[in-house]
């Protein structure tokens, strides 16, 4: 970048704090043009030259050096401005502009394997596959095995080197257990220890993946009937090929566990149970929809079943805590009092109880965690008993 002389105004000379500069600049950009650095006018050139000899007027050189800097800062500004106002005018041609999605349909993948790897991976409820247990456990004891049989070789090394005074050394020192001569029969205890890393690792990786398969969830009997049903009706791979889905006490699913899961199958039972169209287009959108064109296979938009589950358990949660209060109340100020307490007592009771079913049946809250809500819930009720008790005028007879 040049700088001009002084005494020389550049042929477009530019303010790079002006915004129409700005705009002219990002106007060149959009254009292809090649854009005209912005730079300083004459007088604040001048201005600039006089702010900097009145604090070193004998530094020629510097004053050249820092008035190159001002005018790069100046000029890096400016084109931080017009990028920014080049990127905002990036605007969709139309308001109504959508991204693009392509949905993948079952019909596009051949019959076979690909066509079911397609269908368990369409939706979380038919991912489910084998976690080969028994597998895990055979060779888990063969790997344990093998260690015990190195444990007992590693001790009679270690007994054998205890005995002579000679080879005692080699216990108490790493280096010249190391160092010693190969023996002419068996392995070194350094080639053993070797040996035993090896398997103790691969018998900690078998042993801690065996731990992460039991610890997935088992598919429910409802969506192995489903995966059950679409092989029987298409049967899509061989008799040997589809034996995994006998195996049903060995399989596992890969999704996430989901509280008040069991809520979901009940809408989705209601929804196949009751085929009508505008319930159908209703919890299906349109990228649901376009899976597949086969009548047997049902998909439905997860998120608007989970907001209909969503709305029933919030209304369950208003009429366990609005019903109970207007009865308590009702049978407070309309009953004698030793009928209304009874009353009360056998409406706590309920409702209690049936705060705690609903916790254990909606939540995956623990035992402890359903005991202290219950007993809040019940000391809510007892409250607002006491309280409307006390408000009641009290007659005399």
Same mark, same amino acid.
């Given at each position: ?21 700005? $705009?002219?600049? =990002? ?38 050096? +820092?008035? %190159? =800097? ?11 401005? %017009?990028?920014?106002?080049?990127? @905002?005018? #990036? ?7 959508? %991204? ?14 690909? *066509? ?14 084998? *976690?080969?247990?028994?597998? $895990?456990?055979?060779? /888990? ?48 205890? #350094? ?8 398997? /103790? ?16 969830? *088992? ?12 092989? @029987? ?13 006998? $195996? ?5 699913? !890969? ?45 439905? +938009? ?7 589950? +969503? ?13 109970? !209060? ?12 030793? #009928? ?17 079913? #609903? ?5 995956? @809250? ?5 005991? =202290?809500?219950? %007993? ?15 408000? !009641? ?5």
């Amino acid at each position: 970048m040049s700088l001009p002389n002084n005494g020389s105004s550049p042929s477009s000379p530019v303010s790079p704090a002006s915004p129409a500069s700005s $705009h002219e600049f =990002a106007k060149q950009i959009e254009e292809g043009r090649s854009p005209v650095t912005p730079t300083f006018q004459d007088e604040e050139r001048d201005n600039f030259d006089e702010k900097f000899e009145l604090k070193s007027p004998n530094t020629s050189k510097s004053r050249s050096s +820092t008035w %190159a =800097a001002a005018t790069t800062r100046s000029s890096v500004s400016a084109v931080q401005r %017009a990028v920014s106002s080049v990127g @905002a005018a #990036v605007k969709p041609k139309t308001s109504s502009s959508k %991204a693009l999605c392509r949905v993948s349909r079952l019909e596009d993948y051949p019959m076979g394997y690909p *066509r079911v790897s397609y269908v368990l991976d369409s939706d979380d409820s038919f991912m489910m596959y084998r *976690r080969f247990g028994q597998l $895990h456990s055979r060779i /888990l004891l063969q790997k344990q095995d093998q260690l015990r049989e190195m444990e007992q070789e590693l001790l009679a090394l270690d007994n054998k080197d205890n005995q002579m005074e000679d080879t005692q050394m080699f216990l108490r020192s790493r280096e010249e257990d190391e160092m010693r001569d190969p023996p002419k029969r068996g392995r070194s205890r #350094v080639e053993l220890l070797g040996e035993i890393e090896r398997v /103790l690792m691969e018998y900690g990786k078998v042993l801690t993946q065996a731990n992460q398969l039991q610890g997935l969830s *088992r598919p429910t009997d409802r969506d192995h009937a489903s995966v059950s049903n679409y092989f @029987a009706n298409h049967q899509p791979l061989m008799e040997d090929d589809r034996d995994f889905l006998y $195996h049903k006490e060995d399989l596992v699913t !890969i999704r996430a566990g989901r509280e008040h899961a069991w809520l979901d199958a009940a809408v989705e039972g209601f929804l196949r149970w009751y085929p009508c169209r505008p319930l159908k287009y209703l919890f299906c959108d349109s990228e649901t929809r376009a899976k597949t064109s086969d009548t047997t296979i049902h998909y439905f +938009t997860r998120s608007r079943i989970s907001f209909v589950v +969503t709305l029933l358990i919030t209304l369950l949660i208003l009429v366990l805590l609005v019903v109970p !209060i207007w009865v308590l109340y009702y049978l407070t100020i309309s009953q004698k009092a030793g #009928v209304a307490d009874t009353m009360c007592i056998g409406v706590l009771l309920i409702c209690t109880l049936v705060f705690s079913c #609903v916790l254990s049946l909606f939540t995956k @809250a623990k035992r402890h965690e359903i005991l =202290a809500a219950a %007993a809040g819930y019940c000391a809510v009720l007892v409250v607002f008993v006491g309280n409307v008790g006390n408000n !009641i005028p009290q007659t005399v007879s």
